[in-house]
Every structure is written in structure tokens, then in C-alpha cells.
């Protein structure tokens, strides 16, 4: 894939999750952040390539209810990329 078209894909996969929509409570599979799960959180930015490799984007700046900022993943705090992750809606 040439720059311009990862770069597009991208682009596509952010606005594709922020078009579903995200998620109210902040969720993981992993260890990182597990105490910020089942917390409130908002959706502050986009994280760039500055921030990132482009190949782990679309990842996300939010903010949990505590003023805690992290970065997330589509599988934190989109719910059908949660579900595919193991996240049970009885949460």
C-alpha cells in the first residue's frame, strides 16, 4: 500500500467508528487501563502519526470522568468492536 492510500484507509477506519459512534463507558481487554473500566469518558481528539505509527491508528485522546487522559482503541471505546473483544453488554 503506497503512503497515500494508508494514509486514506486511515481516514476511512476514523471516520467509519466515529459514524457508528462510541461507546458511554470505557472498556478494555487488556491490562493497561483496567481501572478506568465501566468509567465515563469523552472523546477529546484524533491521535495523528506524530502521535502513532499509522499502522495501529485510528486511536483516540479521551478523557475519563477523573480528568485522566489515555489514549484508546476502537476495542476500548466502540461497542461493536468491544463485543468482538469480549466485552458481554450485561457490563
Not at 5 to 10: K, L, Q, T
Not at 21 to 35: E, I, M, N, S, V
Not at 46 to 70: A, F, M, S
Request: net charge negative; hydrophobic share 35%; proline share 4%.
Amino acid at each position: 500500500m503506497s503512503y497515500e492510500e494508508e494514509a486514506s484507509f486511515v481516514a476511512k477506519c476514523f471516520e467509519a467508528y466515529e459514524n457508528e459512534g462510541f461507546a458511554k463507558l470505557f472498556w478494555t481487554p487488556y491490562g493497561d487501563h483496567a481501572q478506568y473500566k465501566n468509567q465515563p469518558f469523552e472523546v477529546i481528539s484524533r491521535q495523528t502519526t506524530e502521535d502513532y505509527d499509522r499502522c495501529v491508528l485510528p486511536v483516540w485522546r479521551i478523557k475519563i470522568r477523573d480528568g485522566e487522559e489515555i489514549s484508546a482503541y476502537p476495542e476500548e471505546i466502540v461497542l461493536s468492536e468491544m463485543i468482538n473483544n469480549g466485552y458481554r453488554l450485561e457490563n
